[in-house]
């Protein structure tokens, strides 16, 4: 079946660091991706939807210029957390369409930061 | 916005046990799915149900479309101790492209 895969699956880094979470469709394309959010003991909240080769659309409520979305080709989206600070430690998951099938998840990226 | 309700938070059951948790929305939704998620790990699609009324099963999984399109139940029969984890309802709309709002959770422990 359809997989998404996310990179890395762990990352500690400094506050004011940027980081980069990768999110791929290994055997299908996916022209959407879609990036949550989810905090200890909580749900996952959707942050924004990213369209391949056109600006990604944004929840309410979350901003574009911290999270940077880049979703240059079919097969990959990247979440950029821009100057991280302690309060965006979370865990980031992606998921994908693919055709009539119900959105495939990744395993998520644990962000941690110090 | 779009707001789903999960029932019960928590639930202690004793294996062998059946399970049923509800999940009921202030809309109404085209699709509802149920996810499981363990820790540390993304969430598993269990059961997807596209009609109203429809009810679908998954091995010892049970799950119904409410006939409103506002809620949903998900029933687990003879509980076993690998269903441990993090229950979630979310509801989409017509396509696999549209949004998926989850509801904020039961979390599911099974004494053995």
């Known amino acids: 079946g359809a997989v998404v895969s996310q990179h890395p699956s762990r990352v500690i880094c400094k506050s004011g660091t940027s980081v980069k979470i990768e999110c791929r469709s290994l055997d299908f394309q996916a022209t959407t991706m879609f990036w949550y959010r989810q905090f200890p003991k909580q749900s996952l909240m959707l942050m924004a939807t990213s369209n391949e080769g056109s600006k990604a659309t944004y929840e309410q409520g979350v901003e574009k210029d911290k999270f940077l979305i880049n979703h240059a080709s079919l097969t990959l989206s990247t979440l950029t957390v821009t100057s991280a600070h302690p309060e965006d430690s979370s865990f980031y998951i992606c998921?994908?369409?693919?055709?009539?099938?119900?959105?495939?998840f990744g395993d998520g990226t644990r962000l941690s930061i110090l | 916005g779009q707001q789903l309700n999960q029932s019960p938070q928590s639930m202690f059951i004793q294996e062998g046990e059946d399970v049923s948790m509800n999940c009921t929305s202030s809309s109404i939704f085209n699709t509802w799915l149920w996810y499981k998620q363990e820790p540390g790990e993304g969430p598993v699609l269990l059961i997807a149900?596209?009609?109203?009324?429809e009810l679908t099963s998954n091995g010892r999984l049970t799950a119904q479309f409410g006939i409103t399109r506002k809620d949903s139940f998900l029933n687990i029969s003879a509980s076993i101790p690998s269903d441990v984890g993090i229950y979630f309802c979310a509801g989409q709309g017509k396509t696999s492209y549209d949004k998926v709002i989850f509801g904020p959770g039961t979390s599911l422990s099974v004494i053995p």
């Open positions: 149900l596209y009609k109203a009324g």
């Open positions: 998921s994908a369409p693919s055709g009539n099938q119900p959105q495939h």
